[in-house]
């Protein structure tokens, strides 16, 4: 019978903390954890989630690149840093969960109906258009996501929020037709290009 010591450790693959570290923004920094939960247990939301950050670093040394780049986990990151400020090895926590989930979205593995992913490509694309976001599409554009019954159904759902708006001036109906666009949404739009441009030099790069 193998006793414990006989069974031979499985080695670590290394290559894909490899490709963390030159792919994604902070990736240089998962070597540095020493896996003691102390974000696990910091995390607000970090129990309801699949994979914590601790056990997210543990998987990319341990070479699970499908596990991670699959994950639903990163796409939950609320940006609310309580992991940063205890993490005893100083990690960039929040950086690089949602570099790991940017880094998921540019090779097509991320979850396509996860809900943060779906309203950040919205919101970008509402954004991108006319400098600015046209709130009202943006909204519709989510209620009307899942066909039109079910649109019309969280629309009588929110229709109290919807007249309230209304009411107090926050909510044009006219914006739905031609919204403000911003002055130099020309502008915007160059600089979100450069930005990207800068972007996939900067990975050709790593
Ligand atoms: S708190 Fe820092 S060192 Fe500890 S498990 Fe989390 S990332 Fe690793
Ligand atoms: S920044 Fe993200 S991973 Fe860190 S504690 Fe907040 S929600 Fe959790």
Not at 117 to 129: I, K, P, Q, T, V
Not at 142 to 162: P, T
Not at 173 to 186: I, S, V
Request: glycine residues 8%; aromatic residues 8%.
């Amino acid at each position: 019978m193998n006793t414990p010591a006989a069974v031979p450790a499985k080695p670590y693959h290394r290559d894909f903390l490899r490709e963390v570290e030159a792919q994604v923004e902070g990736g240089e920094w998962v070597k540095m954890c020493m896996q003691c939960g102390v974000c696990a247990g910091s995390c607000p939301l970090g129990r309801h989630w699949e994979h914590t950050p601790q056990k997210l670093f543990m998987m990319i040394r341990a070479g699970q690149r499908e596990a991670v780049l699959r994950s639903d986990a990163m796409w939950m990151c609320t940006s609310c840093y309580n992991c940063v400020v205890r993490c005893p090895r100083k990690l960039p926590i929040t950086t690089l969960m949602h570099g790991l989930a940017a880094y998921s979205h540019r090779l097509g593995l991320a979850p396509k109906m996860q809900p943060t992913r779906d309203f950040s490509l919205r919101f970008l694309g509402n954004f991108a258009r006319a400098g600015r976001v046209n709130e009202l599409k943006l909204t519709l554009g989510l209620y009307f996501k899942d066909g039109f019954a079910a649109g019309v159904r969280r629309g009588w759902e929110m229709r109290h929020v919807g007249l309230g708006l209304l009411r107090s001036k926050r909510l044009n109906p006219f914006e739905l037709f031609r919204g403000h666009r911003c002055k130099d949404a020309k502008g915007i739009q160059a600089m979100l290009a450069k930005a990207q441009e800068i972007e996939a030099r900067r990975r050709k790069q790593a």
